[in-house]
């Protein structure tokens, strides 16, 4: 009998008597059951935060604190069972999900330490008037299966410490961590401050419609962003939203290809390109075209792509079938069209687990649907650029506004290029770095709202002006 994984109501670990099964995707075996949850245990979550919300809102922000580090002790103590049930059930190699979990628990610990202070407004002979941040509510959390334990603790930790009690929706796909993970922190959270209950994905809108749930805060694709806010509107909740991205990469003509070879594959192929924040879009000046594609090329050769739990392999499987099928269609579509791959293009679906191999394509045009739609699969198209202008205008025309980065031997110019893209984060010679002290949000169809950094703690806080009239003030 497969492992039974319960949820967090009220501070107990309760099921519901109907399962769900999770799959590991290297294996297509079911690991894990978790319950389906419906809109009784929904009520009873909201009902056990609502509760919560009275007391965890007066408490003093150093008591939170304390709480918040005690779910980053819990995590870093059984990070070793806890990242090798992670590669089960997202598929990430060992090495890249003890980044996760650890990523997790330092993260907690760090915005542990954030500070909502008060603003003195106005004091002088007529007024004091201050400006204190108070928390919006209940919050109901959803997250998506490519990092699922770094995007709940991205959700959970800023709502504690803000003052908010909070449900916490994992993706269907991958519960499991997350569900170990709230087993580990139920006795040292008090009980309705935290709440995390698993369902399918008809759970979501229950959530978006509940009555008594304040805020929104989601990370997931465009699509489902949308409906959310749609949903939302119907009372006004507060909605942080993180969505869908197609982030380009810039590499300037000074830049060194040795150098920039492998962490430009890294930037593509980590988490099998199931990052939001991974370059979709590679564009390469024509006078290191060729050499630094086929450095990539050779680099990504010696890449093994296989079950993430097997030692030296550097990429896993597509976290679930529905994203292969969709990954392995754009694959498809670019060879129906006649493009040039570098490397991969060849799946097999009749073996088991959802492998895709390493893909790079040489030079397709702008409107190929592999470069103008987000991929999220180990796939890496290399276009050639003339001049500034001309990239600056390819990689802004996207509907999506997440990332991007530059990479060059003479930083001004590549801050200079920065400035022109229309993005929320811009890197110069790296990628993938977050930190959480800056706020991270996407522009256009890529979210709304931030998280991270004081800028995200305060998308869990209304404002409010206290103003205190001086006697001395005529009438
Ligand atoms: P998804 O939108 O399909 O699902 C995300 C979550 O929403 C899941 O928990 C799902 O059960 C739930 N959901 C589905 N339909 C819903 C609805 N109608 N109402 C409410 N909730 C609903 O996304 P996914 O496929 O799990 O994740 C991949 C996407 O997430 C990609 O587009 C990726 O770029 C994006 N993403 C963004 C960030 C970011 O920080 N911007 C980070 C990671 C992933």
Same mark, same amino acid.
């Given at each position: 009998?497969?492992?039974?994984?319960?949820?967090?109501?009220?501070?107990?670990?309760?099921?519901?008597?109907?399962?769900?099964?999770? !799959?590991?995707?290297?294996?297509?075996?079911?690991? @894990?059951?978790?319950?389906?949850?419906?809109?009784?245990?929904?009520?009873?979550?909201?009902?056990?935060?609502?509760?919560?919300?009275?007391?965890?809102?007066?408490?003093?922000?150093?008591?939170?604190?304390?709480?918040?580090?005690?779910?980053?002790?819990?995590?870093?103590?059984?990070?070793?069972?806890?990242?090798?049930?992670?590669?089960?059930? =997202?598929?990430?190699?060992?090495? =890249?999900?003890?980044?996760?979990?650890?990523?997790?628990?330092?993260?907690?610990?760090? =915005?542990?330490?954030?500070?909502?202070?008060?603003?003195?407004?106005?004091?002088?002979?007529?007024?004091?008037?201050?400006?204190?941040?108070?928390? /919006?509510?209940?919050?109901?959390?959803?997250?998506?299966?490519?990092?699922?334990?770094?995007?709940?603790?991205?959700?959970?930790?800023?709502?504690?410490?803000?003052?908010?009690?909070?449900?916490?929706?994992?993706?269907?796909?991958?519960?499991?961590?997350?569900?170990?993970?709230?087993?580990?922190?139920?006795?040292?959270?008090?009980?309705?401050? /935290?709440?995390?209950?698993?369902?399918?994905?008809?759970?979501?809108?229950?959530?978006?419609?509940?009555?008594?749930?304040?805020?929104?805060?989601?990370?997931?694709?465009?699509?489902?962003?949308?409906?959310?806010?749609?949903?939302?509107?119907?009372?006004?909740?507060?909605?942080?939203?993180?969505?869908?991205?197609?982030?380009?990469?810039?590499?300037?003509?000074?830049?060194?290809?040795?150098?920039?070879?492998?962490?430009?594959?890294?930037?593509?192929?980590?988490?099998?390109?199931?990052?939001?924040?991974?370059?979709?879009?590679?564009?390469?000046?024509?006078?290191?075209?060729?050499?630094?594609?086929?450095?990539?090329?050779?680099?990504?050769?010696?890449?093994?792509?296989?079950?993430?739990?097997?030692?030296?392999? @550097?990429?896993?499987?597509?976290?679930?079938?529905?994203?292969?099928?969709?990954?392995?269609?754009?694959? =498809?579509?670019?060879?129906?069209?006649?493009?040039?791959?570098?490397?991969? @293009?060849?799946?097999?679906?009749?073996?088991?687990?959802?492998?895709?191999?390493?893909?790079?394509?040489?030079?397709?045009?702008?409107?190929?649907?592999?470069?103008?739609?987000?991929?999220?699969?180990?796939?890496?198209?290399?276009?050639? #650029?003339?001049?500034?202008?001309? !990239?600056?205008?390819?990689?802004?025309?996207?509907?999506?506004?997440?990332?991007?980065?530059?990479?060059?031997?003479?930083?001004?110019?590549?801050?200079?290029?920065?400035?022109?893209?229309?993005?929320?984060?811009?890197?110069?010679?790296?990628?993938?770095?977050?930190?959480?002290?800056?706020?991270?949000?996407?522009?256009?169809?890529?979210? #709304?709202?931030?998280?991270?950094?004081?800028?995200?703690?305060?998308?869990?806080?209304?404002?409010?002006?206290?103003?205190?009239?001086?006697?001395?003030?005529?009438?």
């Amino acid at each position: 009998m497969v492992t039974q994984y319960k949820n967090l109501i009220n501070g107990e670990m309760v099921d519901t008597g109907q399962w769900l099964d999770v !799959v590991n995707p290297a294996t297509e075996e079911v690991i @894990g059951q978790v319950p389906s949850c419906g809109k009784d245990e929904l009520d009873k979550a909201v009902a056990a935060a609502r509760a919560a919300f009275k007391t965890w809102k007066k408490t003093p922000i150093e008591k939170r604190r304390e709480a918040i580090m005690a779910v980053s002790g819990a995590i870093k103590e059984n990070a070793d069972e806890l990242y090798r049930l992670l590669t089960s059930e =997202q598929g990430k190699p060992h090495q =890249q999900a003890q980044q996760e979990i650890y990523g997790a628990a330092g993260i907690s610990a760090a =915005q542990a330490t954030l500070e909502l202070e008060d603003e003195i407004i106005q004091d002088d002979d007529t007024r004091l008037s201050r400006h204190r941040r108070v928390p /919006v509510g209940v919050v109901g959390g959803i997250v998506p299966w490519n990092f699922p334990v770094m995007m709940a603790i991205q959700k959970i930790v800023p709502a504690m410490l803000s003052g908010c009690t909070i449900i916490l929706k994992p993706s269907p796909f991958t519960p499991l961590t997350t569900l170990r993970i709230a087993e580990l922190i139920a006795d040292k959270v008090p009980a309705g401050v /935290v709440n995390i209950i698993t369902g399918e994905d008809d759970l979501g809108p229950m959530i978006t419609a509940h009555p008594d749930i304040d805020k929104i805060t989601f990370t997931g694709s465009t699509a489902t962003g949308k409906k959310i806010m749609e949903g939302a509107s119907a009372d006004l909740k507060r909605i942080t939203l993180e969505l869908g991205g197609n982030d380009a990469s810039i590499v300037l003509p000074d830049a060194d290809p040795k150098k920039v070879a492998e962490q430009l594959f890294w930037s593509s192929f980590s988490n099998a390109g199931q990052i939001c924040i991974a370059a979709k879009r590679v564009y390469i000046h024509e006078d290191i075209y060729d050499e630094l594609s086929e450095a990539i090329a050779e680099y990504a050769k010696n890449v093994k792509v296989g079950d993430g739990a097997q030692q030296g392999t @550097g990429v896993g499987p597509i976290q679930n079938k529905k994203q292969y099928d969709r990954v392995l269609e754009l694959i =498809q579509d670019a060879k129906d069209n006649g493009y040039k791959f570098l490397l991969g @293009g060849d799946a097999d679906p009749s073996g088991s687990g959802y492998f895709v191999p390493l893909t790079i394509l040489d030079n397709p045009p702008e409107d190929a649907r592999i470069v103008a739609e987000e991929q999220f699969g180990p796939v890496m198209p290399l276009m050639k #650029f003339s001049s500034e202008e001309e !990239v600056i205008a390819k990689a802004n025309n996207s509907e999506y506004g997440l990332a991007g980065a530059v990479w060059t031997a003479n930083p001004e110019k590549g801050v200079e290029i920065a400035e022109q893209l229309e993005t929320g984060t811009v890197w110069v010679n790296e990628f993938l770095h977050l930190s959480p002290f800056a706020p991270f949000g996407g522009h256009k169809q890529s979210g #709304f709202g931030a998280e991270y950094g004081t800028e995200g703690l305060k998308e869990f806080t209304y404002p409010q002006v206290i103003t205190v009239k001086k006697d001395n003030v005529p009438a």
